[in-house]
């Protein structure tokens, strides 16, 4: 398939391409700065732009069978562009009739909320992550109320592990309860490919961590 990847430079998004690539895809990677991709393959295109530049994202998505999404913004001031950069995502997707989106969010998001465990539900997210994930809420709902073939992957606390494909997902990882449940870029960017071939979970928003 013929897959464009936003926020392609950040951990997972790196893990997204170079996977994408393992799996014979063609990829167009969406970065703020190409530097930090540190990627060169002859199916790569990678393509500098900001994701709240409507028209810089419009043509990133032209000619795609399917939108990846490993967007995450650090600033911890309130800020909605998350929620602004999927806007436009969405819109030019719409316009251009390209259905398929898979996008990263957070476990603690929507019905998911309390599933991050202790550190996070009681100290990290009240003070340091509250107006991410307030911008995480909006991105989620924005796409669950868009007319496309979306899957929302909801991961625990990320790390640098190695791929292993082996992880819960859906019911079984919101049922195992841990303090401080994990999970891998690389096997984040594993089930995220894994969906997308199998056109699987769409419109649903599974978890997943180990």
Same mark, same amino acid.
């Given at each position: ?6 926020? /392609?430079?950040?951990?997972? %998004?790196?893990?997204? $391409?170079?996977? &994408? @690539? =393992? ?7 969406? !970065? ?25 994202? /419009?043509?990133?998505?032209? %000619?795609?069978?399917? $939108?990846?999404? &490993? @967007? =995450? ?7 909605? !562009? ?129």
């Amino acid at each position: 398939m013929n897959l464009v990847v936003f926020g /392609a430079s950040g951990g997972t %998004g790196r893990e997204l $391409v170079k996977q &994408a @690539l =393992g799996h014979a895809h063609t990829v167009r990677a969406f !970065v703020r700065n190409p530097d930090k991709l540190k990627v060169i393959h002859h199916r790569l295109e990678v393509v500098q732009g900001d994701v709240t530049d409507r028209k810089a994202v /419009a043509e990133a998505i032209r %000619g795609q069978d399917a $939108v990846l999404s &490993a @967007l =995450g913004v650090n600033d911890r001031k309130p800020n909605t !562009v998350l929620s602004d950069g999927v806007r436009n995502i969405l819109a030019s997707m719409k316009k251009q009739k390209v259905r398929r989106l898979i996008f990263v969010s957070s476990l603690g998001v929507g019905d998911s909320k309390g599933q991050l465990g202790p550190l996070y539900n009681w100290i990290l997210l009240p003070s340091l992550l509250k107006n991410i994930f307030a911008d995480k809420e909006k991105a989620e709902e924005l796409i669950r109320e868009a007319s496309l073939d979306w899957t929302i992957v909801r991961p625990g606390s990320l790390n640098n592990g190695r791929l292993t494909a082996k992880y819960r997902t859906g019911a079984e990882a919101a049922a195992k309860k841990k303090l401080l449940p994990r999970i891998s870029r690389a096997d984040v960017a594993d089930f995220m490919l894994h969906v997308l071939e199998r056109n699987e979970q769409i419109g649903q928003t599974p978890a997943i961590r180990y």
